[in-house]
């Protein structure tokens, strides 16, 4: 039987997933950060990627998961992006800030579950805050 929120709150069984929000949650989420690390991986100016990322809205598309990390990747070298996925992964997470007072806490469950950040743009497991504590 999977617990319910009930018990997990009431210390009765054991959680089989304990999920957390990475921006805003775990981070504080500064999109300026992944705009410059897009805008110098591209080699264009940030107004550039502000206007082609943010502004024409693809980032919140991409937030919703209306596309696949493949074709994230694919727009991206279309752009003038000529890293490999990991890059695009890396360059993404860069507006991820970790909130050292919440991820502290957050490590006693890495030791008893797998710990890869997830958002609904693109596996985020290049990033592990364990590396930046």
């Given amino acids: 039987m999977t617990p319910t929120l009930y018990d997990m709150a009431n210390g009765s069984g054991r959680p089989e997933l304990v999920l957390f929000d990475l921006g805003g949650v775990l981070c504080r989420f500064e999109p300026d950060r992944r705009a410059t690390e897009l805008a110098t991986a591209i080699g264009v100016a940030e ?70 950040p997830r958002s609904p743009t693109m596996d985020l497991s290049c990033w592990p805050p364990s590396k930046v504590l």
């Fill in 47 to 116: 107004d550039e990627v502000h206007a082609l990322v943010f502004a024409s809205g693809f980032d919140q598309e991409c937030d919703l998961g209306l596309h696949s990390e493949t074709a994230i990747l694919e727009r991206f070298r279309r752009l003038g992006f000529s890293g490999d996925r990991d890059d695009l992964r890396r360059a993404w997470a860069t507006a991820f800030v970790p909130d050292r007072a919440v991820i502290a806490p957050q490590s006693r469950f890495e030791a008893r579950a797998s710990w890869s």
